[in-house]
T-cell receptor, first 112, second 114 residues
Framework: GQQLNQSPQSMFIQEGEDVSMNCTSS?????WLWYKQEPGEGPVLLIA?????ELTSNGRLTAQFGITRKDSFLNISASIPSDVGIYFC????????????FGTGTRLTIIP | DAEITQSPRHKITETGRQVTLACHQT?????MFWYRQDLGHGLRLIHY???????NKGEVSDGYSVSRSNTEDLPLTLESAASSQTSVYFC?????????????FGQGTRLTVV
């Protein structure tokens, strides 16, 4: 099955640093979603993007829907300890197909 | 508040036994999904349903089945559990919106097959 290429696979940063991660696909997506998963929990939706070029913020998080519709980016500014977790991108190929394709995740660790 | 719940949270079973994992949502969503999560593979789709009496196979459906008799529930059955099915299972639901789909996940069921 198709999976999205998500990078980096892991990040080790210090508190207060900014974080950037991205997701790319060989095919077009109509919707991009970003999720965060904490240990022992299910993924929680952070941001949803519906238009090419769209830039959406949720607090310190900002995500962009790439203009080519084949990629998306997530930035976290001024990281804090509770940002630790695994971040997943997900894409919906076209309207009417409600299945999501998931990236393999970016594991974020904050060094004290 | 609307929610999606899975049960049990943890399950240990023996090889060859039939196991059913429950998923219940109160969002009144049309769409429900089952994923498994394994290290190195991310989330892989097992089965999904777009409405009552509708079921479809995902990318890793062998050895699993689902049925949808009402809007709220999509139980996942392992017909004859195998060690390769040891995993964390997530149920999700979404509604069919004009602008796209946002799926909401349960807390997961950790299944160990011994």
């Amino acid at each position: 099955g198709q999976q999205l290429n998500q990078s980096p696979q892991s990040m080790f940063i210090q508190e207060g640093e900014d974080v950037s991660m991205n997701c790319t696909s060989s095919s077009i997506f109509n919707t991009w979603l970003w999720y965060k998963q904490e240990p022992g929990e299910g993924p929680v939706l952070l941001i949803a993007l519906y238009k090419a070029g769209e830039l959406t913020s949720n607090g310190r998080l900002t995500a962009q829907f790439g203009i080519t519709r084949k990629d998306s980016f997530l930035n976290i500014s001024a990281s804090i300890p509770s940002d630790v977790g695994i971040y997943f991108c997900a894409g919906q190929p076209y309207f009417g197909n409600e299945k999501l394709t998931f990236g393999t995740g970016t594991r974020l660790t904050i060094i004290p | 508040d609307a929610e999606i719940t899975q049960s049990p949270r943890h399950k240990i079973t023996e090889t060859g036994r039939q196991v059913t994992l429950a998923c219940h949502q109160t969002w009144n969503h049309n769409n429900m999904f089952w994923y498994r999560q394994d290290l190195g593979h991310g989330l892989r789709l097992i089965h999904y349903s777009y409405g009552v009496h509708d079921t479809n196979k995902g990318e890793v459906s062998d050895g699993y089945s689902v049925s949808r008799s009402n809007t709220e529930d999509l139980p996942l059955t392992l017909e004859s559990a195998a060690s390769s099915q040891t995993s964390v299972y997530f149920c999700a639901s979404s509604d069919t919106g004009g602008g796209g789909t946002e799926a909401f996940f349960g807390q997961g069921t950790r299944l160990t097959v011994v």
